[in-house]
Structure formats: structure tokens, C-alpha cells
């Protein structure tokens, strides 16, 4: 079972990027997918969830509106848009899976994790 973020890079405020997290090993068909990031020295923040088990999608309060989660499962591959980012929304990201997490923004619920990918945001 494995899980590969990837999208990440440097961009200016205001600007987007795609984040995609490619599964193997499993089918995401029957797993909530949940995104997250870190900060050094900060607790890993739940970002938003693509959930198998109600088909809904959820989001932090910080991302609303500005983030959107999606599902190809054709490509076993769930995406993250993000638009309109900010210096703040500049940490690692990673992609996390499991068949039922509680929570949807507690990282200690998700059982598989992807390795990560650096975002930065900066003019």
C-alpha cells in the first residue's frame, strides 16, 4: 500500500497549484482521502477530506472556498486544487488514506501516508 504526492513547488501569492496523490497497491474506490500539512514545530493541520463513506467533501476553515478536492478514480488518484494562495499556506502536504476515520481533520486517525510534497508561497 502506497500513497505519492506530488504538485508541490514555489509560487507567488495569488497563484495556484494542483497537488495529486496516486494510490497503489489499493483502490481508493473504498478509502476517505484526507489531505494535510506541516509547519516545523506545528501539529499536522487537516486540510480536507474526500469521503468514501457519505461521498462528501470537507475542508478546514482556513482553505474554504479557496481549495478544491477531487477524485479520479479511473487513475486511482485523488487532486487538490488550491487557488488563491497565501504566504501562510506554505507547508509540506501530504495525502493520507483510511476506511474510516472519525475525524476527518485528525491525522491520528488515517492509517496510510504519502511521503509529501513542499509547498511555498512567496513573492
Known amino acids: 500500500v502506497q500513497l505519492q504526492a506530488s504538485g508541490g513547488g514555489l509560487v507567488q501569492p495569488g497563484g495556484s497549484l494542483r497537488l495529486a496523490c496516486v494510490a497503489s497497491?489499493?483502490?481508493?474506490?473504498?478509502?476517505?482521502i484526507g489531505w494535510f500539512r506541516q509547519v516545523p514545530g506545528k501539529e499536522r493541520e487537516g486540510v480536507s477530506c474526500?469521503?468514501?463513506?457519505?461521498?462528501?467533501?470537507y475542508y478546514s476553515d482556513s482553505v474554504k472556498g479557496r481549495f478544491t478536492i477531487s477524485r479520479d478514480n479511473a487513475k486511482n488518484t485523488v487532486y487538490l486544487q488550491m487557488n488563491s494562495l497565501k504566504p501562510e499556506d506554505t507547508a509540506r502536504y501530504y495525502c493520507?488514506?483510511?476506511?474510516?476515520?472519525?475525524?476527518?481533520?485528525?491525522?491520528?486517525?488515517?492509517?496510510?501516508w504519502g511521503q509529501g510534497t513542499l509547498v511555498t508561497v512567496s513573492s
Open positions: 493520507a488514506a483510511d476506511q474510516r476515520p472519525s475525524r476527518w481533520s485528525d491525522y491520528k486517525e488515517y492509517d496510510y
Open positions: 474526500s469521503s468514501d463513506s457519505d461521498g462528501g467533501t
Open positions: 497497491g489499493f483502490t481508493l474506490d473504498f478509502y476517505n
